[in-house]
T-cell receptor, first 115, second 112 residues
Framework: SAVISQKPSRDICQRGTSLTIQCQVD?????MFWYRQQPGQSLTLIAT?????????ESGFVIDKFPISRPNLTFSTLTVSNLSPEDSSIYLC????????????FGEGSRLTVL | SQKIEQNSEALNIQEGKTATLTCNYT??????LQWYRQDPGRGPVFLLL?????KEKRKERLKVTFDTTLKQSLFHITASQPADSATYLC???????????FGQGTTLQVKP
């Protein structure tokens, strides 16, 4: 298994500012992903964090709004930029070892509230 | 477009009974399907994976079936306990990217 630590666990931010979420995995993993989960909703994949290169974004998500870094195999950051109340959500970091069929491990999530 | 459907209504059952949750999908031919458990304020936790050539998979009190003709998976918890109360999510790989797409989840409440 893999243990994923995310911080901050929660934050309240003002409109127009940015928040950076950090994700640390306790062991080397092949894949790292960022998901968003809005209240009462399921998880929506934002992007795949690629080590040493630009992240791969899903439809509806762009780098300018959600810049992602992954400098090594165990660490990634997600920044949510130019915050608006619509960005209020839980952001989840996940990691996996196998490209196909492997289970995903999740962090506890970072709850963002934008005022 | 690809769609995953889970019953959005909460499932309430009595302790000791078997809980059955449903995951239906359309426009998919997934090679496998996964089930996760999510507790309030926590990230999802992997429970089981079932492949397209497997009809049934068991793990302790959990049983998952996978019917590729009906495009449906059933998730059973036998001898349910209040500690089983949580939201259960099914997930399938996207046909385009292979990345996991999650259903909306079904909340199970087991009453003592």
């Amino acid at each position: 298994s893999a243990v994923i630590s995310q911080k901050p666990s929660r934050d309240i931010c003002q409109r127009g500012t940015s928040l950076t979420i950090q994700c640390q995995v306790d062991s080397q993993v092949t894949m790292m992903f960022w998901y968003r989960q809005q209240p009462g909703q399921s998880l929506t994949l934002i992007a795949t964090a690629n080590q040493g290169s630009e992240a791969t974004y899903e439809s509806g998500f762009v780098i300018d709004k959600f810049p992602i870094s992954r400098p090594n195999l165990t660490f990634s950051t997600l920044t949510v930029s130019n915050l608006s109340p619509e960005d209020s959500s839980i952001y989840l970091c996940s990691a996996g070892r196998e490209m196909n069929t492997g289970e995903l491990f999740f962090g506890e999530g970072s709850r963002l509230t934008v005022l | 477009s690809q769609k995953i459907e889970q019953n959005s209504e909460a499932l309430n059952i009595q302790e000791g009974k078997t809980a059955t949750l449903t995951c239906n999908y359309t426009n998919y031919s997934p090679a496998y399907l996964q089930w996760y458990r999510q507790d309030p304020g926590r990230g999802p936790v992997f429970l089981l994976l079932i492949r397209e050539n497997e009809k049934e998979k068991r793990k302790e009190r959990l049983k998952v079936t996978f019917d590729t003709t009906l495009k449906q998976s059933l998730f059973h918890i036998t001898a349910s306990q209040p500690a089983d109360s949580a939201t259960y999510l099914c997930a399938l790989p996207s046909s385009n990217t292979g990345k996991l797409i999650f259903g909306q989840g079904t909340t199970l409440q087991v009453k003592p």
